[in-house]
């Protein structure tokens, strides 16, 4: 079914911000991959972070307007009553996610986030990123980081993210295997935590230019610690590209219902 309308939000919000990583993955394979480039993959990283938050929070803002040109009751509870904000920090992210939820229910009214739509999900997500990172040069010249994150992820399951109310699963809600994969390979931290504490905290560093002066972050004492590994950006990137497949990915099973 098509869902592109005139003047419409739908194909942006259903475009995969996959996109946006691939177009710059690809603008710097197309270099000839010399040490003069490795400052210009650490800018671009930083660069295109940024422009995947940006994305995201204006996709979540567009979801929002979709589903309330189509429930006035909707539109009075989001946009009058109890308003989402810049869309950029976890509570906002877990707003737009619940009223998806709602507004599939709507329509069906048994709906449940099934293993099989969270399993699709995660695997598509692990396919995506390694075809976008894997054998890049963000990649090559970054190789302890990205050898970083694929360790990081690789043992993230069904347990870490879309639960009842909560879009990521805090380290509380995991299963036992989940907390014990998360006390050795994520320093005792679900996905919940990783947002707020790392993608979110460097979401503002960025956004606010704060980096500019504060020439001492990180700090040699907080280098040689174990989280460090979590100051990612191939795994920010990658939290941000899952969150995107759930919303996507409810965002399309929300249209099949209500159109």
């Known amino acids: ?91 906002d992210k877990c707003l737009v996610y619940n009223d998806l939820l709602d507004g599939i229910r709507l329509f069906d009214e048994g709906f449940q986030v099934s293993d099989a739509i969270k399993d699709t999900i995660l695997n598509d997500w692990r396919t995506t990123c390694q075809q976008l990172f894997e054998g890049s040069l963000m990649a090559n010249h970054f190789k302890k980081k990205y050898e970083a994150f694929k360790s990081i992820i690789a043992g993230i ?17 995991l299963t036992a295997s989940g907390k014990a994969y998360a006390s050795s390979n994520t320093c005792g931290l679900a996905l919940k935590e990783i947002f707020v504490k790392y993608v979110y905290a460097e979401r503002n560093r960025c956004a606010h230019n704060t980096r500019s002066y504060q020439h001492n972050l990180p700090s040699l004492k907080g280098m040689a610690v174990d989280d460090y590994k979590l100051q990612n ?17 409810l965002f399309e099973i929300y249209l099949d219902n209500s159109i």
């Open 233 to 249: 950006y191939f795994l920010y990137m990658s939290v941000l590209l899952l969150l995107d497949r759930i919303y996507v990915k």
């Open 157 to 173: 399951d069904r347990s870490w993210i879309m639960s009842e109310t909560q879009l990521l699963t805090n380290y509380a809600n």
């Open 1 to 91: 079914m098509s869902y592109s309308q005139p003047y419409s939000h739908i194909p942006f919000i259903l475009k995969p911000a996959s996109d946006m990583v691939k177009e710059a993955v690809w603008s710097l394979n197309a270099t000839n991959g010399g040490i003069e480039t490795y400052p210009l993959c650490g800018y671009m990283l930083h660069s295109l972070f940024l422009k995947l938050t940006g994305a995201q929070e204006q996709k979540l803002k567009c979801i929002c307007w979709e589903m309330a040109s189509r429930d006035f009751d909707y539109r009075y509870e989001r946009m009058e009553r109890k308003r989402y904000g810049e869309c950029s920090d976890y509570a």
